[in-house]
Nanobody, 124 residues
């Protein structure tokens, strides 16, 4: 499975962005999906994850209330809507998926499949 993110870019503080991640046609409807981020010389940080059914989600405290994770009805695309962005959100965002780990396990462990990442820059 090859995941690929899109939607990154430059945004003003307080602005919004939507990240998307798709599997290039490979069915991942049964996968738990999530988003992580990693700044240079820092550890990878969990951002959000979503159950394969799309009915349950989990967020890091740092983004709770500002970011929303969702998935398309066919389950093969996951989105991250980011609102009220701050300079501290600047980093590379990675999409992740796993057919075995649950969305809760992804938050504290890892995932089997990763995208190459997309850069988000929040700057005035």
């Amino acid at each position: 499975v090859q995941l690929r993110e899109s939607g990154g870019g430059l945004v003003l503080p307080g602005g919004s962005l939507r990240l998307s991640c798709s599997s290039g046609g490979r069915p991942i409807g049964a996968y738990a999906l999530g988003w992580f981020r990693q700044a240079p010389e820092k550890e990878r940080e969990f951002v959000a994850s979503i159950r394969w059914k799309g009915d349950e989600t989990l967020y890091a405290d740092s983004v709770k209330g500002r970011f929303t994770i969702s998935r398309a009805t066919d389950g093969n695309t996951v989105f991250l809507d980011m609102d009220n962005l701050t300079v501290g959100d600047t980093t590379v965002y990675y999409c992740a998926g796993d057919p075995i780990r649950t969305y809760r396990e992804m938050a504290t462990t890892s995932a089997g499949y990763w995208g190459p990442g997309t850069q988000v820059i929040v700057s005035s």
